[in-house]
């Protein structure tokens, strides 16, 4: 086998995804393995997409987004399109993850603050043993 190929063991071992997981990539048409009867091997460009897939997943980025990601690939603009778009939807979803922190970071604050009251309460109330 040509070293440029991979077959689905060594991508699942690579990437510790499941043989599912990628069948399912290929099924939306993110992933487009070569065929050998039965046997699907993967490119070098599988194998960048999927590792461009699951970094983008990781970070938030629908599957649609990440379609279109790899759809400017090809552009034949030496990816200038692609970088610019992935830099924009990299600020979109970072703004979102620190607002998704911030929120629970709020979160735990309030629910330590009930904790503390509940602590005293329970304390004031002689039912200190219920809060161990």
């Not at 607002?99 to 979160?107: P, V």
Request: proline share 2%; charged share 35%; glycine share 6%.
């Amino acid at each position: 086998m040509s070293e440029d190929l991979y077959t689905i063991g060594r991508m699942c071992d690579e990437f510790a995804v499941t043989p599912r997981t990628l069948r399912f990539y290929e099924a939306k048409e993110l992933l487009a393995p070569v065929r050998d009867g039965q046997k699907r091997l993967f490119t070098r460009r599988d194998r960048a997409r999927l590792k461009l897939i699951l970094r983008g997943k990781r970070f938030g980025f629908s599957l649609e987004e990440l379609r279109q990601l790899l759809d400017l690939y090809d552009l034949g603009d030496q990816q200038a399109t692609q970088l610019a778009r992935a830099y924009e939807l990299a600020l979109k979803h970072l703004a979102d993850l620190e607002a998704q922190r911030d929120e629970l970071q709020a979160a735990i604050t309030d629910l330590r603050e009930q904790i503390s009251w509940g602590e005293q309460e329970l304390a004031r109330r002689g039912m200190r043993g219920a809060a161990e």
